[in-house]
């Protein structure tokens, strides 16, 4: 059986670095949001945190939403934070109105969510991306 790869275009390449651009934002934003540390552990070893999502990446409404993250050690804290030990820590640590912000994009469409909002994806990154860097800039 041949291996088929998809032709890596321009368009494909600059879409792939604004993902990644979002997704440091994001990790940043993280960060700040819980105070530089991980959230298991306390490790501010700032080299050695990972943002896991509380809402899996898949969901594109929460995917770059700081609230949807919690800092965690590289290896054992973010390891942990899949298992039901670390479900249950998450509970206790993160505030109920988070958890019940989340829950309310949790199992929205993304479309009917950018229909509702009469936004174009474009439009709603850009929101994003802006809603980013004002929270990272009045946090420093």
């Given at each position: 059986m041949?291996?088929?790869?998809?032709?890596?275009?321009?368009?494909?390449?600059?879409?792939?670095?604004?993902?990644?651009?979002?997704?440091?934002?994001?990790?940043?934003?993280?960060?700040?949001?819980?105070?530089?540390?991980?959230?298991?552990?306390?490790?501010?070893?700032?080299?050695?945190?990972?943002?896991?999502?509380?809402?899996?990446?898949?969901?594109?409404?929460?995917?770059h939403?700081?609230?949807?993250?919690?800092?965690?050690?590289?290896?054992?804290?973010?390891?942990?934070?899949?298992?039901?030990?670390?479900?249950q820590?998450?509970?206790?640590?993160?505030?109920?109105?988070?958890?019940?912000?989340?829950?309310?994009?949790?199992?929205?469409?993304?479309?009917?969510?950018?229909?509702?909002?009469?936004?174009t994806?474009?439009?709603?990154?850009?929101?994003?991306?802006?809603?980013?860097?004002?929270f990272?800039?009045?946090n420093?």
């Open positions: 041949a291996i088929v790869y998809k032709k890596v275009t321009k368009k494909t390449k600059k879409k792939r670095n604004k993902d990644r651009y979002m997704q440091m934002l994001w990790r940043q934003a993280v960060l700040k949001f819980w105070g530089m540390k991980c959230v298991f552990c306390g490790n501010p070893d700032i080299l050695g945190l990972e943002a896991h999502h509380l809402v899996k990446r898949k969901n594109k409404i929460l995917r939403d700081y609230r949807n993250g919690i800092p965690l050690c590289k290896y054992g804290c973010h390891a942990e934070a899949d298992t039901l030990e670390g479900m820590k998450i509970q206790k640590i993160v505030p109920k109105a988070q958890i019940v912000y989340l829950k309310t994009f949790e199992k929205m469409n993304y479309k009917d969510f950018l229909i509702d909002r009469q936004m994806n474009l439009e709603y990154m850009k929101e994003m991306k802006q809603e980013l860097n004002e990272i800039k009045s420093d």
